[in-house]
């Protein structure tokens, strides 16, 4: 996981597809990414509630 976070908090992009992003750990991922600078896009049939 400290793998995974490092690479979070230094990317310019995080891509979010066919998940909810609702079951953790992956659920803090497209934040922790958007809250260290990152573009994020989710791509899914529907809207996630993650904002």
Same mark, same amino acid.
């Given at each position: 996981?400290? +793998?995974?976070?490092?690479?979070l908090i230094?990317?310019?992009?995080? +891509?979010?597809i066919g998940t909810s992003i609702a079951v953790y750990p992956a659920a803090g991922f497209m934040q922790l990414a958007d809250a260290s600078g990152a573009d994020t896009l989710e791509l899914n049939l529907a809207p996630s509630d993650v904002q």
């Open positions: 996981m400290k +793998v995974i976070e490092q690479h230094s990317c310019d992009l995080f +891509v979010a």
